[in-house]
């Protein structure tokens, strides 16, 4: 029978937080979200505290306050660089894997050969737990969608020990639909939920004894495999190689409005060279690019603006020369005088392979210039991220168009100033510092 495990990091950027911060342990916790606007992860304690997912700060300034709950800007460097180590420990020890989401990956369980799979889980968990200081549970089901069903029952009840084999406890999984709300079934989202609870279907029971005919009708090919797949029969398999992007991204929000054209230059050119960086890392090339800019339009009492321009490159290219170039002339375009600005962002659309370029006549010497990019990753790499740029953008620092972190943790994994020191005391404990 097809196996497929899923794991899950338990509130992953808290538990980030925490490893290089023991002092946040059993403390109410909460992340925020770009410039410190909303809650968007939660420590367990802040949980039961009743802190939901996605509130303003503002909103729970008194429940801060009275419950001491610590706050934190959310640090990307730092969760990205565990998720890696955390990722890299899972590839390793089954036969396929697929990365899902930063703090989530489905495992191919089905040929390994253990006596016990959930032993095996419970150990992989401890080994996570040991080299990564993260938590994990783990989800074992014969389809991806129980799979996730069995994590959340894993993560919610202590008995479970943070691991649920609904593979080899069949009995396990009439209870296990019963228990999930329909809502949280993966694939179903708040439309089909609402649909579904005015049907009287509430929960994943209900749902995969719906017939097949009406589900079709109502929800689509999706829609029945996700009942097939509740009823345990496999209709998604690992995606091991996820389609190569079609556009790459780079945008903020700052962290207060701009209005000097030359500090929205900054912002955007720097944009361009980072999405150049990303489309570079995947090997691809860009056939265009796109600058988009607005005001707040949170705050109704200014005039509001906002525009993109897009400008098509000769030959597909991934130079940061040519791409800033590009962004700079298109924020021409867009830029009008007498507003303030809350949002800027550079979009490279319509990529493709490197490796397929043609190689024109008018491009002589195209492997030299390879060479200067090849060069501005590698520094990039070794010094961190924006260690070496173009002198096109203004250097001050902070920029203007800074995001606010205004409680953003060390880089304790990235950068060698942050490092955590360790001092051995005379009693021969180690403690951090
Ligand atoms: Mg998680």
């Given amino acids: 029978m097809p196996t497929f495990g899923l794991v899950d990091c338990n509130n992953f950027y808290a538990s980030c937080e925490r490893v290089f911060q023991p002092e946040l342990i059993e403390r109410p916790l909460v992340v925020l979200s770009n410039n410190d606007g909303c809650v968007v992860a939660r420590s367990q304690e802040a949980k039961d505290l009743g802190i939901p997912m996605g509130v303003p700060l503002?909103?729970?300034?008194?429940?801060?306050?009275?419950?001491?709950?610590?706050?934190?800007?959310?640090?990307?460097?730092?969760?990205?660089?565990?998720?890696?180590?955390?990722?890299?420990?899972?590839?390793?020890?089954?036969?396929?894997?697929?990365?899902?989401?930063?703090?989530?990956?489905?495992?191919?369980?089905?040929?390994?050969?253990?006596?016990?799979?959930?032993?095996?889980?419970?150990?992989?968990?401890?080994?996570?737990?040991?080299?990564?200081?993260?938590?994990?549970?783990?989800?074992?089901?014969?389809?991806?969608?129980?799979?996730?069903?069995?994590?959340?029952?894993?993560?919610?009840?202590?008995r479970t020990g943070g691991v649920l084999d609904l593979v080899h406890h069949p009995q396990w999984r009439e209870p296990a639909l019963r228990k999930v709300a329909v809502g949280d079934v993966w694939g179903i989202g708040r439309r089909w939920s609402q649909m579904l609870e005015a049907q009287n279907i509430h929960t994943a029971?209900?749902?995969?004894?719906?017939?097949?005919?009406?589900?079709?009708?109502?929800?689509?090919?999706?829609?029945?495999?996700?009942?097939?797949?509740?009823?345990?029969?496999?209709?998604?398999?690992?995606?091991?190689?996820?389609?190569?992007?079609?556009?790459?991204?780079?945008?903020?929000?700052?962290?207060?409005?701009?209005?000097?054209?030359?500090?929205?230059?900054?912002?955007?050119?720097?944009?361009?060279?980072?999405?150049?960086?990303?489309v570079r890392a995947a090997n691809q090339v860009a056939g265009a690019l796109q600058v988009f800019v607005s005001t707040d339009r949170f705050n109704k009492a200014a005039p509001q603006y906002g525009s993109a321009a897009t400008v098509r490159f000769a030959l597909p290219t991934s130079d940061a020369l040519h791409i800033v170039c590009a962004a700079s002339r298109a924020l021409e375009r867009v830029w009008r005088g007498g507003f303030a600005y809350r949002k800027a962002g550079v979009l490279l659309l319509d990529l493709s392979s490197a490796q397929d370029q043609p190689r024109t006549l008018f491009d002589p010497r195209p492997a030299q210039k390879d060479h200067l990019m090849q060069a501005v990753d590698a520094i990039d790499r070794r010094h961190g991220r924006g260690a070496i740029a173009l002198g096109q953008a203004p250097k001050s620092r902070p920029p203007a168009w800074a995001m606010r972190q205004d409680m953003l943790s060390a880089r304790f994994t990235t950068r060698w100033s942050d490092l955590v020191t360790a001092r051995a005391k005379p009693d021969g404990q180690s403690i951090g510092e």
């Fill in 58 to 158: 503002f909103k729970i300034r008194n429940l801060v306050r009275d419950h001491g709950v610590e706050v934190r800007s959310s640090n990307y460097a730092l969760y990205g660089d565990l998720s890696e180590r955390v990722m890299s420990i899972l590839a390793d020890s089954a036969p396929r894997s697929e990365v899902y989401s930063i703090d989530e990956c489905f495992l191919d369980l089905h040929h390994l050969a253990v006596p016990s799979l959930t032993e095996w889980c419970l150990d992989l968990r401890q080994q996570v737990r040991a080299w990564t200081g993260i938590p994990v549970s783990i989800g074992i089901g014969p389809t991806k969608t129980l799979a996730k069903l069995a994590n959340k029952l894993a993560k919610s009840s202590p």
């Fill in 205 to 278: 029971h209900d749902l995969s004894r719906a017939s097949d005919g009406w589900v079709r009708k109502r929800m689509g090919i999706v829609g029945l495999r996700t009942v097939h797949e509740l009823r345990g029969i496999a209709c998604h398999d690992l995606d091991t190689q996820p389609d190569p992007k079609q556009t790459t991204c780079c945008s903020r929000s700052f962290g207060r409005v701009i209005s000097e054209k030359q500090d929205l230059r900054s912002a955007v050119i720097t944009f361009a060279e980072r999405a150049a960086g990303k």
